[in-house]
């Protein structure tokens, strides 16, 4: 009976294979015809009575006698792949700062528009004061402008976003076809598929993120629109 096994990492599936003892033994022609495990005794197995008694029992002196020929415990993936798994959590704090700044550079362009918004209605603002428009009221025109500015540029990006994390192979694949080479090779990055995972909690923070730096952009765009005399914003009309 075979069996096949994937795993997903290149490494492992291309070098290990998984066979019974005793088929190995026989394919080795390591078997005498009374079914016995043939030739040199392995020293693993020198007391162990057969080839078919577990790995332990190579060694019976404890682990602080100094034996160097076996070991005392079993290491995971996460310990064998820790040099990998460092740098993957260092290039994922890089991409978060990375992240910010980019949403930074985006409040201040926030900031830019409003004020020259304020410049340029400030003859509609003066109007508006004229007419009985209080200082809060013109405030909360423009925070609010800006607010719901930064909920609708934050919910399409966080739906572009999720629909291209979730495709995020589909588009792997078709740029390989495109350019000719694969994009995602995995015998260099070990994976056989861009391995992706959606955080509720880092898109949370994200979106509010977004927001906040929205927010705050135009709080200086609003005060200063807020504190036009509609006489001195009338003056020259």
Wanted: hydrophobic share 45%; charged share 15%.
């Amino acid at each position: 009976m075979i069996g096949y096994f994937k795993s997903g990492m290149s490494e492992y599936d291309s070098s290990h294979v998984y066979v019974p003892l005793d088929r190995l033994q026989e394919m080795r022609l390591l078997k005498d015809p009374q079914g016995r495990g043939g030739g040199e005794p392995d020293p693993g197995e020198g007391q162990a009575g057969g080839g078919h008694r577990p790995a332990r029992g190579a060694c019976s002196r404890p682990s602080s006698s100094g034996c160097g020929r076996c070991t005392s415990g079993f290491a995971t993936w996460e310990q064998k792949q820790g040099p990998l798994l460092a740098a993957v959590a260092i290039e994922q704090s890089i991409l978060n700062m990375l992240l910010f700044f980019i949403i930074a550079v985006a409040g201040f362009g926030i900031l830019a528009i409003f004020s020259m918004i304020v410049v340029e209605k400030t003859r509609d603002i003066g109007v508006m004061k004229a007419l009985g428009a209080s200082t809060a009221g013109v405030r909360g025109i423009f925070l609010g402008y800006g607010l719901l500015l930064g909920v609708v540029g934050s919910g399409i990006g966080m739906a572009l976003g999720l629909t291209f994390v979730h495709y995020i192979n589909h588009v792997e694949k078709w740029l390989s076809r495109l350019t000719g080479h694969k994009v995602f090779d995995d015998a260099i990055y070990y994976f056989n598929e861009i391995p992706t995972r959606v955080e509720p909690w880092t898109v949370a923070w994200i979106v509010g993120g977004a927001l906040v730096i929205s927010a705050v952009a135009c709080i200086w765009p609003a005060q200063r629109a807020a504190r036009l005399h509609p006489v001195r914003a009338l003056r020259y009309e």
